[in-house]
């Protein structure tokens, strides 16, 4: 099983609509796991399902068993954990590797081909859980300058979970979200991202689609729509070049 954390600390960036459309697509041919690890609950109605209030992912921190969370998605071959609604990261001191000790307990990687985790805009214990299993984080960003200074601060959060845990680093891409080719400062962006972090880390950008903003209105994602759309299509090339980066 392969895990793919999609994480950054700033809101808005797209992590949810990058994790729906990402878990969608893989489960056309693999099964997949997707964790809907925000509090929030977005990630859960992004797949036709909503956010528990009595037992989700975040049980596992009061004793739960991951599999016990485990519901139907909109589509056959994706299985959802999704957000417990009311948890609290801050009224529990220590929470540290208890997703790892799940996944080694209850043989995760043996029931799917993929996991994904749809993380909160907030360095917590819960993205700290997340990282400590990838094995590779996407970091969706909003080219502007608080979106490259964002990836920054991300960058160094993997890094340092690496460390930690003395694991090999997670293999890391970065991908430009709401990307509109006529806007000067998008490109100085994208730029300066490649200056800092090597253009190899860079994914093909999603551009602007209204669409991606309506998936959550019906819970089914865009890649899963009968009529083709700029943001299915963007998320489709973004897939395969992730596959392609992880299989390479
Ligand atoms: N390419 C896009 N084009 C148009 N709208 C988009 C696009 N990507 C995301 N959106 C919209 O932008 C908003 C933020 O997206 P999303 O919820 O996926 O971000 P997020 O990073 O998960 O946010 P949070 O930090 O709150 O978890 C949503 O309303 C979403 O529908
Ligand atoms: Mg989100």
Do not use: W
Not at 61 to 73: H, K, N, Q, V, Y
Not at 132 to 144: G, K, N, Y
Not at 199 to 218: A, H, R
């Amino acid at each position: 099983m392969k895990t793919i954390v999609i994480s950054n600390r700033k809101g808005g960036s797209a992590k949810t609509t990058t994790a729906v459309n990402l878990a969608t697509q893989l489960a056309q041919e693999a099964s997949v796991l997707l964790l809907d690890f925000d509090t929030q609950g977005h990630a859960s109605i992004g797949v036709g399902c909503a956010p528990s209030e009595s037992v989700g992912v975040h049980s596992i921190f009061l004793g739960a068993t991951l599999s016990e969370t485990f519901i139907p998605t909109v589509h056959d071959r994706l299985t959802l954990s999704p957000a417990l609604v009311f948890f609290d990261v801050y009224e529990y001191s220590d929470l540290r590797g208890v997703l790892r000790s799940r996944f080694k307990r209850e043989k995760i990687a043996d029931f799917f081909d993929y996991c994904i985790i749809d993380t909160p805009p907030t360095f917590d214990a819960l993205l700290k859980n997340a990282l400590e299993v990838a094995d590779a984080v996407v970091i969706p960003f909003v080219p502007h300058h608080l979106g490259v200074v964002a990836v920054g601060q991300m960058m160094r959060a993997i890094y340092q979970s690496a460390a930690v845990l003395e694991r090999p680093l997670a293999e890391v891409g970065i991908l430009p979200v709401m990307f509109n080719p006529h806007i000067k400062e998008h490109h100085e962006a994208l730029e300066k991202v490649k200056t800092a972090f090597g253009k190899e880390k860079l994914f093909s950008p999603i551009g602007v689609d209204i669409k991606l903003s309506k998936q959550f209105e019906t819970g089914q994602p865009v890649v899963l729509a009968a009529q083709r759309s700029k943001g299915m299509k963007d998320y489709c090339t973004f897939t395969r070049e992730l596959l392609q980066r992880m299989d390479g």
